[in-house]
């Protein structure tokens, strides 16, 4: 799972950030509203914490701009402010959920998985499937069946962003910023190469043309769903 804390006080920001890493979580951080924007926009991760006075942009505005284009990110807001009027003004924004500083680490904790849950990113099983194909995320594999198919951990990074997103168009970028980070000095090329792996593997078990191209743009994991 990739997570995105947007938050101008730099000891917070460090603090929840190492709190979500320590449970396995992948972290990028901005300290100001137009970057938290900037990186939101790319619609890689699969939540945002954010807090709502930044400077640059607000929390608010983000949400309202991230909504107004699409982004369906599901956001967790974090601010000072504990009144109805605040929290209704968040929820209206777009954001799912509140949290109110100071917060215990537990409840920052327990919110983030209830986030994940609803929004169908994490299951109580550990388990994403599609058609013949079963990703063990406590296994780190992909399974057809019984057979495991002995992903690298690339390979099971892509899939499982596939999974995450099946039957959405995913562009090369978007995929190469969530699986390799978008700090990476790689190239878009490693994204095709990475498919091409993913798809032969795929192809032991005839459940290659699952990942259709989409031409100029990128892939979709879509395709025949009757189990093999």
Known sequence: MRILAVEDDRHLLAAVSSVLQEEGYQVDRAERGDEGFYLAERGIYDLLVLDIMLPGMDGLTIVKKLRSKGVSTPVLFLTAKDSV?????????????????????????????????RNGKISTEGELTYGPIT???????????????????????????????????????????????????????????YVHYLRKKMSDFGCDNLIGTVRNVGYILKGKKENV
């Open 85 to 117: 009027d605040a929290r209704v003004q968040g929820l209206d924004a777009g954001a799912d959920d509140y949290l109110v500083k100071p917060f215990a680490v537990e409840e920052l904790l327990a919110r983030t998985r209830a986030l994940l849950r």
């Open 135 to 193: 990703l063990k995320v406590n296994e780190y594999d992909g399974y057809v069946g019984e057979t495991p198919m002995k992903l690298t951990s690339k390979e099971f990074e892509l899939l499982k962003y596939l999974l995450h997103n099946k039957e959405q168009i995913l562009t090369r970028q978007q995929i190469f910023d969530r699986v390799w980070g978008i700090d990476s000095e790689a190239n878009y090329g490693v994204v095709d190469l």
